[in-house]
């Protein structure tokens, strides 16, 4: 966090360093990336990523969205526009936030991008398919996604049963928990724990972490057995 000085934001821990949550989803043919954040120029820089296919996005707030200028190193390198896969909601607050995107008369070197509605119906990007999990965060729907055994979740405090029922069965989990103290509109790590015992998923990382979650290490040795921290640049093979 910018301008603090506590044991997270000071430590020389690498895993104690992280960026905006996002992450890449990648088969033998095909790149995804899920949300642009704030430092998605850096993240794509520091993973090396030539190609993407389409971006997915989860909900419309800013610290997923503001990176989306970005894509025009895509767009230059692979001579076409990008697929966006959002729901209307998003799509209102990608309008409006990037205006110049979508204006009539088009400044050049703009982002160029392709709409993509989804909702909770299942879609595929090249060989990927792609099962949409509506989530609750606070009032905002977000939408999670369902990658074959793999289920991604971000900024969500509640998730109705039957949209459990999707995630049912997979291997591994990410989901969102902000601190150990409650918050309004995501999970602290208790909720999150107990939405993976109750989900009954064997493996799971937790993500979009507060500062004020704690040092990596520490937090580490209290998890229960199968569930982690994630960290940048953590891979899992699925
Ligand atoms: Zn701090
Ligand atoms: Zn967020």
């Known amino acids: 966090m910018i301008g603090c000085d506590c044991e997270v934001c000071t430590s020389i821990d690498k895993k104690d360093n ?4 996002s992450i890449l989803v990648q088969s033998s043919t095909t790149t995804i990336v ?3 954040t704030p430092d998605f120029r850096y993240q794509m820089l520091r ?3 030539k190609k993407i296919d389409a971006v997915l996005f989860t909900h419309p707030h800013k610290d997923h969205i503001a990176g989306l200028d970005d894509i025009r190193a895509f767009n230059f390198f692979q001579q076409s526009s990008i697929n966006i896969y959002a729901n209307t909601l998003t799509q209102e607050a990608l309008k409006r936030e990037f205006a110049y995107v979508f204006a009539e008369k088009k400044y050049p070197g703009i982002p160029e991008i392709d709409l993509c509605t989804i909702d909770k119906k299942p879609f595929t990007v090249g060989d990927i398919t792609i099962v949409p999990v509506l989530v609750w965060h606070l009032h905002m729907p977000v939408l999670a996604f369902r990658f074959a055994d793999f289920t991604y979740i971000t900024d969500a405090n509640k998730i109705e049963e039957e949209e459990k029922k999707k995630i049912t069965g997979s ?3 990410v989901l969102n928990a902000l601190r150990e103290k409650k918050h309004i509109s995501h999970f602290n790590l208790q909720e999150a724990i107990e939405m993976v015992q109750q989900l009954q998923v064997p493996e799971a990382y937790f993500i979009h972490l507060s500062h004020q979650m ?3 290490k520490e937090v580490e040795k209290i998890l229960p057995a199968g569930m982690h921290l994630a960290y940048d640049g953590l891979e899992l093979m699925c």
Request: proline share 0%.
């Open 171 to 173: 291997k591994i989990i």
């Open 34 to 36: 899920i949300d642009t």
């Open 214 to 216: 704690g040092k990596h």
């Open 18 to 21: 992280r960026l905006r949550a």
């Open 47 to 49: 993973e090396k990523v």
